[in-house]
């Protein structure tokens, strides 16, 4: 982040909720009126509704007043009924400036505004009611946010500027230094690639192995935390026929950190690469550019190449990612020219991930290579 064959796997639960917003409580006029308005009505009166209407359009408009029926012109200035009455007792809601009637409720125009004005502000960022929201209130990411789970790069450099970064761990991750030699099988001096690489230590692990070592990196702090941090000096420029954003060079260590989109990165601007450590970056892309992600990388291993691929599987009920679940059976979807085995599956539970309020969290490891002819 910058983010099973024979086991049991979770699919994601980020379904939308299905539940419908409730119904706008209004304030009730009194019960005698109620009675009085609906129930009364003489047996020799005009038929009409027992519901009480406002035709603001109409030229004329009835309603039930003592069991009377009234009927008034929009430019009337009194009232006129079926027969007399008493006109100081008027039991039935009548509609007055800045008031309507609502099935026999005075409803000010100023309530009725602030009701529907509260609605329109429960919605949430991700368009959500505010009854959905409040299925979802617990829902949150890893940096403790209220979310739908979504980030945008503009998120990412956030949370960066917060020093929010828990997720870069204090040692090389256990999972590269398990699996190196089935991810270098042999190779000479293979360069590697790291996609959303942050300031991992895995990179200067890597180097100090003798690797060439490629990252890309939204967060142009996070390139220089890596070098500043390790006290490697390094040279800083502009990608130059490239995308927008700059390159970190180290002047004594073969390590190149770009910071840039990671979906604008191509062949042409960093090659291709003998192996791929992927810590966390496909678990933290969105769910709705999986498959992006998978083509980009698909590239940018080579024909002999080998990708080791480290993602989790948990489930979303109150935790709203990233990271996000990953079923095995969308990485055969996503990368369908690949062979793709999977060699861990433990038990990654921690005190960080259980404070997420998740009821499992597992770390699966696949070794991933292109399909022979």
């Not at 603001?56 to 309603?63: S, V, Y």
């Not at 979802?136 to 940096?143: E, G, M, P, T, V």
């Not at 959303?196 to 100090?208: P, V």
């Not at 390790?230 to 502009?238: A, C, Q, R, V």
């Amino acid at each position: 982040m910058s983010g099973s064959s024979a086991v049991p796997s979770s699919i994601s639960r980020l379904e939308e909720d299905g539940s419908q917003p409730s119904p706008k409580r209004r304030k009730n006029s009194s019960t005698k009126s109620r009675e009085n308005g609906f129930n009364n009505i003489s047996s020799n009166s005009e038929p009409t509704s027992s519901h009480p209407t406002t035709c603001p359009d109409a030229t004329t408009t009835k309603g039930v007043d003592n069991g009377n029926i009234v009927s008034s012109t929009s430019t009337a200035t009194t009232t006129t009924t079926s027969k007399e009455r008493d006109t100081s007792t008027e039991a039935t809601p009548k509609s007055v400036s800045g008031t309507e009637v609502v099935n026999g409720d005075v409803i000010t125009k100023a309530e009725n505004a602030n009701e529907e004005k509260a609605e329109s502000k429960s919605k949430s960022a991700n368009g959500q009611t505010g009854a959905e929201k409040k299925d979802q209130s617990l829902r949150r990411n890893q940096f403790g946010e209220v979310s739908d789970g979504h980030m945008a790069l503009e998120d990412w450099l956030e949370q960066w500027k917060k020093g929010k970064t828990r997720f870069t761990m204090k040692v090389p991750n256990r999972m590269l230094v398990k699996h190196y030699d089935k991810l270098v099988e042999g190779k000479t001096n293979p360069v590697f690639f790291l996609p959303c690489c942050g300031k991992s230590l895995d990179i200067k692990w890597l180097a100090d192995k003798g690797h060439s070592v490629v990252g890309v990196e939204i967060a142009e702090m996070a390139c220089r935390q890596f070098f500043d941090g390790n006290d490697l000096k390094y040279e800083e420029e502009e990608i130059k026929d490239g995308p927008k954003g700059k390159l970190f060079k180290g002047v004594d260590c073969d390590v190149r950190l770009y910071a840039c989109d990671f979906f604008s990165v191509t062949t042409a601007l960093v090659g291709q690469f003998d192996c791929i450590w992927d810590r966390g970056s496909c678990a933290a892309m969105n769910p709705s550019d999986r498959q992006r992600y998978c083509d980009v990388i698909s590239k940018l291993l080579k024909e002999d190449g080998r990708y080791l691929l480290d993602c989790f599987e948990l489930e979303h009920s109150v935790f709203a990612g990233p990271p996000h679940t990953t079923d095995p059976k969308d990485l055969e979807r996503f990368f369908d020219s690949f062979d793709v085995k999977q060699i861990e599956h433990v038990d990654a539970m921690n005190d960080w991930t259980r404070s997420w309020g998740v009821e499992y969290f597992y770390q699966n490891d696949f070794i991933l290579t292109h399909k022979k002819e």
